[in-house]
């Protein structure tokens, strides 16, 4: 009788640039308009001011964090063309010296020089596979994907838009801030609650810890904003 053989899959989950953009977006779009609508109504102020200065401010967010993503995205590709074009000289240049650098690398992994000759030969013969390990194994760098700033931009600010319509979109259908404001709470905290859940799936943490962590954060700030506000006012 053929024994059985068991299959071992294993489930690894390394967060994307795409899926790391979400989270920042959305994260500072749920809270920012927010705790600035639960301030503005602390204040006691028609629900159309709450309105206009949460457009302006969405609109401003979003600009403000998609730039910052590009120009994050922009400087990691350029460092890692400028280490990049480093190797490619230390390589052609300082043989003997990367040679040192390999052999130390597999050193970790309990391999000496004699069993890296293989690897070392290999690595003469093609250039561009001996810098391609020493960017990642040396200096722990990815290769950027093409376009990757533009679209960091894209859905970082994009995030931060449908975050920031939630916490607003009350004020927009409903007469008088004190009823807008409720609704406005409970449809934030319900997507705070829901996003942390979804973001646990990624970062690992569970999902209650992550929904009580994103509504804590989200809640504090909010009530801290509205608390400000209305002694201000008063």
Known sequence: ??????????????ASEVVRDLVIGMAD?????????????GAAVASRVVVVAGVAEIAA?????????????????EHYDAERQREVRE?????????????????????????CKPVLAHFHQDHEAWVDFMMRFELGLEKPQPG????????????????????????MLIEGWQPALRVSVVCTLIALALFG??????????IVRGAVQTVFIGGLASAAAFLLAR???S
């Open 91 to 115: 390589v052609r240049e300082l043989a003997r010296e990367e040679e040192r650098e390999i052999v130390q690398i597999f050193a970790q992994y309990g391999l000496d020089r004699e069993a």
């Open 148 to 171: 990757r700033a533009l679209r960091s931009a894209l859905t970082i600010g994009g995030a931060y838009i449908v975050g920031g319509l939630v916490p607003l979109m009350p004020y």
């Open 29 to 41: 779009g749920l809270t920012v308009p927010f705790a600035l609508a639960a301030g503005l109504s």
């Open 61 to 77: 967010g979003a600009i403000a964090m998609g730039l910052g993503g590009y120009l994050a995205a922009r400087g990691d590709a």
């Open 197 to 206: 859940a979804a973001k646990s799936r990624f970062t690992g943490i569970g």
């Open 231 to 233: 002694w201000i006012s």
């Open 1 to 14: 009788m053929a024994a059985k053989q068991h299959h071992h899959t294993e489930k690894h989950f390394t």
